[in-house]
């Protein structure tokens, strides 16, 4: 048994269908200049007011990936937490999110093998109650045993 499980990790044999979790985020600024800095997409309908006022989006939008880097936390973060190593994720975004924009990402479990350690996630973000984000993850979750 492993006695030093981080708080907040869910382990495989503690996960069930159906559990969520999720985290509330306004995108800001400086969350944008940052992410561009780190990821270095400079894409000005990211960056430049100008520029974004006269593409479909109207205006600007944070990176789609800096929305989607919500679900890594909460995967990471909480369900199941630290520990998880992520297999795979599929994405569609659906509409834009801006700066300002309060970001609610929630995963939920819908697939178990505990043989293998791994769990099927639905992922999705909302701004004001619309889907901006949706898809699937696979994780492999930690476990209070040893290999």
Known sequence: MLDNMPRGTICIEDIEMGMTRHLC???TERDIELFAEVSTDRNPVHMDDEYARDTIFEGRIA???LTAGLISAVIGEQLPGHGTVYMGQSLKFLAPVRPGDLVHA???VISIDH???RVGLDCRCLVNGKKVLIGEAMVMAPSRKFD
Do not use: F, L, N, W
Request: proline fraction near 0%; charge should be positive.
């Open 25 to 27: 985020k306004v995108i």
């Open 63 to 65: 990176h789609g990936m």
């Open 106 to 108: 929630e995963v939920e």
């Open 115 to 117: 043989a293998k350690r």
